[in-house]
């Protein structure tokens, strides 16, 4: 069931980046535009550098890690899959850039939870992943909150 989990997720990222993922590349370039002014780089020619960023740049930045796992729990969500089964069929597929075998249970077991509570979870694994996956403070946890909460209300329009 995990490996079906995990081509169904591979499945809907490679077709919604090749059909209406512009939507999210925007998204993510807006968002690391908006840390970026966070931390002073605010000048014409740094937002023009943002600009010329490609695809697979954009992808790899904390702000692609973000869209791309929110897009994902949603998506699957719609498909009546639950939270749980869709962080660790995620996480299967993440894991070798680095793991928190101890970190991930706590979220599992959040996820495990009533649904009202393990909703919280998806914010909590992004961040995990940010830690594992991206160089120490590269996205201070408001900068993080503030990308994750839009990041959450654009791709649920």
């Known amino acids: 069931m995990l490996e079906n989990l995990l081509l169904l997720i591979r499945s809907y990222f490679m077709f919604d980046f090749v059909f209406g993922g512009k939507r999210k590349i925007e998204l993510i370039r807006e968002l690391l535009e908006q840390r970026m002014r966070d931390v002073g780089f605010d000048d014409m020619e740094y937002r023009l550098k943002v600009k010329e960023l490609s695809n697979m ?24 899959l639950i939270i749980k089964d869709i962080i660790e069929s995620i996480e299967d ?3 070798i850039l680095g793991q ?42 408001e900068q993080f909150q503030n990308a994750f909460m839009q990041a959450a209300e654009e791709l649920m329009k």
């Not at 740049?57 to 009546?80: A, F, S, W």
């Open 57 to 80: 740049q954009l992808i790899g930045t904390p702000e692609g890690d973000i869209v791309t796992i929110i897009g994902t729990v949603i998506k699957l969500q719609k498909k009546g």
């Open 93 to 95: 597929h993440r894991k």
């Open 100 to 141: 928190d075998r101890n970190e991930l249970l706590n979220i599992l077991k959040i996820a495990s939870g009533p649904a009202h509570e393990a909703g919280g979870a998806i914010p909590m694994y992004c961040w995990y992943r940010l830690t594992i996956e991206k160089p120490p403070g590269i996205m201070t946890e």
